[in-house]
């Protein structure tokens, strides 16, 4: 029987077992960028009303793409050219390959607060000594902002530094914090923790924002300043000169087919070359990987930690909210030995808006843990629930942090280049606060290289110019002695009572010796080696979502806005394609199906019936790295997809 089509105005593929319902990502007539908040949300329940109507007995929905683009349509999984290169295909002989190049002053890659900090200080400087200086930025995201997801609580040390007179320029902070609220949780009840002065959780003086805004306001001052911006454009490769330093960066090619072959639209990236590069990638950057190889930059320091954040915005009954307020909490649905916690802000931006989100320490054991499921489960604690009974959330999104922090800084100079933000990462772990210092080590670099690169006498040994006075200077910032205090919180929780050992370690050693102690412990290693074998783990049993509270991952994907060009080759890269079904699913019963919050990763039956396969939904997918860092394979490399693609978030 041939399966009737709908057509529902969202973002992802859902599939019953008789239905098939294509969701796209505009509305017709009207462009992507001009859908808000709650256009996502009108579409989101529009399709979940149609796959109800069409629902009844049938398997619960899963997001993924559709049958015809399973991977047993094309030869392999992945046909992507970073692991099939083009010189040794024969569909790319005769194919234009000639990239237009331009020259910059200095191109920063990533336009977030590191970059965005680093390209306004450049321009001020540039002012102030009445230099012309080119800068660029190049931003994989439609907008700015698009892809910027945070708690978040803002530390405004920075800021002050940068823009002082931010107040009257309209910087979008409009919730100073008022009250703090920690909690230790457990399934029924609440644990009042007080927040002694001085401890990681005490907001004074902080402002609680929808961060997205604050980096489009801050690529708007730098626009003022005289720096370009350019939104959609990927950055790709890392050019090199001929003495090895860097060169600059090359955008993602575009028109290229999932099977990785060229379309007759095929179009080659553009090449930006500068003086100095900075990589503001955010965590995990891609680009930033190749250069610590490249570079040997983390031959002193311990491998880097991370965590998942995921977060969701909620309307809620106005006599529940209470602008300025931050709930914190550890605890339940978590067990003692994994890593983790929940925020829970109160905005006060025209509206009862909560902002709220869920983190798991991605140093967890057992492979059947789901950290969005986790995420569900906890709304339902009834100090939650209480707050979201007869609210309306209204967008979803998820991204990796850093969390390995003084321990895990890597060598931040390089001959060409330098690392800026949460790519090397500088987020203070106890705080969860990571905008402060990202903007400041912006700063920083800033700094240093409008000092090299204004020096009309310097000779530089190498074509990209080495600036290591950055490295020196972030050492003698408030960065440093900020994440050097903290540096013993996030690895104590190693230890056999786990979270409350940790706690009392932070109660002794940071809240009364101020980090003071002679040692520094170290982290367990990579993250992706800590999953132990499916048959040595019990199951976890998650309740069902009740589409009030908690909610499936076809909702929650949904409300991202997230939309990639569906033909082009999977920016979800497997280094060998037999490796998921021969060990991950054999071993690890195919973690990747529940560490990705965004449901990319499934492994369905062969067509022939003859065993499983890995089916990668690569436009479901959301730009976390979750599984770029998780994979216990290490086989899954996360590269750009063309530019624009991704999420489109609206102040997350």
């Known amino acids: 029987m041939r399966r009737p089509t709908y057509v529902c105005y969202d973002t992802s593929f859902v599939t019953g077992q008789d239905w098939v319902i294509f969701v796209y990502s505009h509305c017709p007539g009207k462009p992507r960028d001009a859908l808000d908040q709650s256009h996502s949300s009108i579409y989101a329940r529009s399709c979940i009303r149609t796959l109800k109507s069409v629902q009844v007995e049938h398997v619960a929905p899963q997001v993924y793409s559709t049958r015809c683009c399973s991977s047993v349509s094309v030869p392999r999984i992945t046909t992507h050219y970073t692991v099939h290169p083009r010189e040794k295909d024969p569909r790319w002989e005769g194919v234009e390959m000639e990239r237009f190049a331009d020259e910059a002053d200095v191109v920063v890659v990533g336009g977030g607060p590191a970059g965005l900090s680093a390209a306004i200080r450049l321009k001020q400087l540039a002012n102030q000594h009445e230099k012309e200086l080119r800068v660029c930025v190049v931003e994989k995201a439609s907008q700015i902002g698009a892809h910027t997801l945070s708690g978040a609580c803002l530390e405004t040390t920075a800021l002050s530094e940068l823009i002082p007179d931010w107040r009257e320029r309209g910087a979008p902070l409009n919730t100073p914090v008022t009250e703090d609220k920690f909690s230790i949780f457990t399934e029924k009840y609440r644990i009042p923790v007080p927040i002694l002065p001085g401890l990681p959780m005490n907001n004074h003086g902080n402002y609680l924002v929808r961060l997205g805004h604050f980096v489009r306001w801050l690529g708007e001052q730098a626009e003022e300043l005289g720096v370009e911006l350019y939104p959609g454009y990927a ?10 330093s860097v060169k600059g960066i090359a955008t993602n090619d575009v028109g290229i087919s999932k099977d990785g072959s060229p379309k007759d639209v095929f179009e080659r990236g553009m090449e930006l070359h500068a003086k100095v590069t900075m990589f503001g990638e955010g965590c995990h950057g891609h680009l930033a990987k190749q250069l610590y190889k490249q570079f040997n930059l983390r031959e002193n320091c311990e491998p880097q930690t991370y965590a998942i954040g995921l977060k969701e915005l909620w309307v809620i009954d106005e006599k529940k909210w209470r602008p300025g307020r931050t709930e914190h909490s550890v605890g339940w649905p978590l067990n003692r030995n994994t890593y983790g916690g929940s925020f829970l802000y109160h905005l006060n931006e025209g509206e009862p808006l909560v902002a709220l989100g ?10 059947y843990l789901s950290p969005f499921r986790e995420f569900q489960r906890w709304k339902h604690h009834p100090f939650i629930k209480s707050t979201l009974e007869g609210g309306n959330r209204i967008a979803y999104g998820a991204r990796a942090l850093n969390e390995g922090g003084f321990q895990s800084i890597p060598k931040l100079t390089f001959p060409g280049g330098m690392l800026i933000g949460c790519s090397p990462g500088f987020m203070n772990v ?6 402060h210092t990202a903007m400041k080590s912006g700063m920083l670099a800033a700094e240093a290289a409008f000092s090299k690169i204004a020096d009309e006498n310097l000779q530089s040994e190498t074509a990209g110019l080495y600036v290591p006075e950055y490295e020196e200077d972030l050492k003698k910032s408030w960065i440093w002695k900020e994440l050097h205090a903290v540096r013993n919180i996030r690895p104590s929780f190693h230890n056999y009572f786990g979270l409350y050992g940790g706690m009392v370690y932070t109660g002794i050693f940071y809240w009364i010796f101020r980090g003071k102690e002679p040692w520094t412990l170290k982290h367990n290693g990579l993250d992706a080696a800590q ?13 069902k979502p009740d589409g009030k509270i908690s909610f499936d991952l076809l909702s929650s994907v949904a409300l991202s806005g997230t939309n990639h060009e569906h033909d082009q080759p999977a920016h979800l890269t497997l280094k060998d394609d037999s490796v998921p079904v021969a060990q991950n699913l054999a071993i690890y019963d195919g973690p990747e199906q529940r560490f990705c919050p965004a449901g990319v990763y499934e492994y369905v039956p062969q067509e022939t019936g003859d065993g499983m396969r890995l089916q990668i939904n690569a436009q479901n997918c959301v730009h976390c790295k979750t599984c770029d860092i998780k994979d216990p394979s290490q086989n899954i490399n996360w590269v750009v997809p063309e530019g624009s693609g991704g999420p489109a978030y609206n102040g997350m």
């Open 235 to 244: 950055a790709a490769e890392v050019l090199f000169h001929e003495d090895g």
């Open 430 to 435: 106890p705080k969860i606060k990571g905008t």
């Open 531 to 543: 999953l132990k074998p499916a048959k040595d783990c019990t199951p976890i049993d998650y309740p």
């Open 358 to 367: 869920f983190v798991v320490g991605l140093d967890y054991t057992n492979p």
